[in-house]
């Protein structure tokens, strides 16, 4: 029906069938919609199931033990974890081996390269899960041993129990957010790296977040419209099935043209990632994938709610789940609007 | 309806070539040469030896090499042996092109002869006779013959089968009356492809014959159509009992709706070119706004002017996916929606470019003098704001209305039911119109 045609390789497909089939295994949306009021047994169900799979190894070097694979790869499984809010998979598995990666690859002090090295092979090992933060908050701190702190242009590693932490109360209640003290990130963990190469770290994990993160909007996109479209065609009112009125059909087939419009964008963005192009380039794609995704993901949750009806705003209807998701993640790494201002400096608008 | 060039927005068309620096896909099977690339890597070499690029100066020298190559069959690989081609899967036809390219060998035109690579020739080869396709399937590839279509009518425009031009049997011919409209090209075209309705007793999709037609023949009216950028791309063409042998119809009897659909959907296929970053209307947009003085650019279009360069490089990557599916395969899903956004993102990005140009926009430097162009290209790339946001408001009427485009993707993509219709099952006649 109304599934991706990707241009995707075998092993992305095996990825993310592998974290698809993992996820129904443990109830999909609907386990996640049942637990709704305490989901933390469902969120460390997940987060086992995927270290199991080996995803924090995924952007992780083979010469420690990882996978090796692509931003391409993460995108994958980003489409997928957009379809059933699960674990939060974009510190552990995109930020933190990235941040890492760059340090073990080029940092100049021999310790940050041994400790970065020490981690990276942990995580591929199925041992510590590394997250990070970047903007004083970190999501699912009670499933990660380790955080990576960005703050005041330097990068910490912190023992996540040595760091003191506010919970807060999350919009999308499929995570955990805590406030950071970062008065406690000083003197509890190691220094990574301070200046100019810690903002370039920082950035560079940045750009690579954004492509996995507009993978998992679409994701959640494609949810909505499938699960929008299966109610339409079963809901008879006026004694027609709800699907066969133009009004409502030609919503539906806008929100599948608009929707069929973001894997390019984020394959573009992975290919410039993957390939190595210059960084301003990786930059452009991913402001512009992230910010499309973004818009048109909350535009498809909030029309698929609408077409649901009534049903559509009650706590029992996985709709709600998704707009939850899709909205927190529309602001999680820049919004559509500050991600276009910086895409019109690199273009000269 | 359908009477225009491939929604993706590019020129080259089925059959044609001009591939030269596209960054088309090439034969993914073969790492090493395969005997069947090498044997076109050695026949299009042969072909140039013995018609050297350098010799080739007249249009009768071009018209002359052409027909060299599609007797040797290079013209369109995928097309069958003895008509052009060689029956080989479509992607190969980029070896032939990127010899004859480097060798500055002249083309058959693509974009000149949409009607002919995109329409007339796909749905001759499928369905026309050893001696029609022997007659015309040459003079239509090197486009020594220029073709027009003849499917659209006042009456029946989306609801293309609701024609009403009638084909009355006499003897060994057929006498054809009626109007068609959007005929592009019609001025300048040899034949046409023509759909009439020879048996209005039978439902409307059952009583529509498929013909060829000689544009001389007596009774053929051309006449210009005047649209709202002031040229006329466009032609009606008035029928006044014509008379056509019953060698010119394709198929049987009642086929013509099947085979207008193989003509349609061939309209959508077969471009190699990859369009550019910023081509279309986004480059009037940028360029105006890049090259204006930073005190006439009011920061308040900026996330507007972005937020358009966005969609339309979305559209423009979503094109390039769509193309390379199509030169392996049929259309995917995915080509109705991007005709779709296409069409809806060069109208809103015209739009805007003409509200960036403030009271600039209330001088159109193209002007309406009435022309008619030689060849149909909706590539606005280049033209004033103006141009751009006129044009471009056919884009979602020409080659399928955005309205019939979200029918088709609710139906046939996301298996909505059908609207009820009240005009398939009963005779053509008792429909109302």
Redesign the interface.
Known sequence: ??SA?H?TTTADSEFAAGLRSGVRGLGGIAAVRDNLDDPTEVRRAHRRMMDEMGLAGLLVTEELGGLDTSIRTAAALGRVAGEVPAADLLGPYVEAPVILGILHAGHPDDAVRELAARTLTTMADGGDTVTVSTDGLVFDAEASELVVVYQDESLHLVPTRALDLTELPAFDPTRTVHRIDPVSVLGAGELLAAGEIASEIAGAALVAGRVYLAAELEGTARAVLDAT?EF??SRIAFG??L??F?AL??Q???M???V??????I??AARALDDGEDADEAALCAA?AL??AADTAVAVCERGLQLHGGIGYTWESPVHIWLKRAAANRVRLGTP?TL??E??AL??? | MAQTEPPIGSGSTAGGEGTAGSEGAAPESSPEIDPITAGLESDTQALLSAHPVAEIRTEEDRFAFLEARYDAGLGAVHYPEGRGGRGLPREYQLVVDEILGAAGAPDNRPAHIIVNLGMAGPTILAAGTEEQQQRFMRQLWTGRDRWCQLFSEPGAGSDLAGLATRAVRDGDDWIISGQKVWTTLAHLADYAILLARTDPTVPKHQGITYFLLDMKSPGVTVRPMRQITGEAEFNEVFLDEVRVPDAMRLGAEGEGWRLANITLSNERSGSTKSPRREGGPIHTLIQEWRTAPPEDRDPSYRDSIARAWVRAEAVRLAGIAVQRQMAQGPPPAEASALKLASAETNKQIASLAMETAETGALIHPDGYAFHQPDFMSVETTGRSAGYSYLRTRANSIEGGTSEVLKNIIAERILRLPREPRTDTAVPFTEVPR
């Open positions: 029906m109304s045609a241009t479209v339409l065609r027609r099935p699907g066969s133009q059909k030609h539906l087939a806008e599948w043209s608009e069929s419009l973001i894997g390019p964008l394959e573009e512009a910010s499309f609007h276009r201002a895409l019109a273009i000269d608008i």
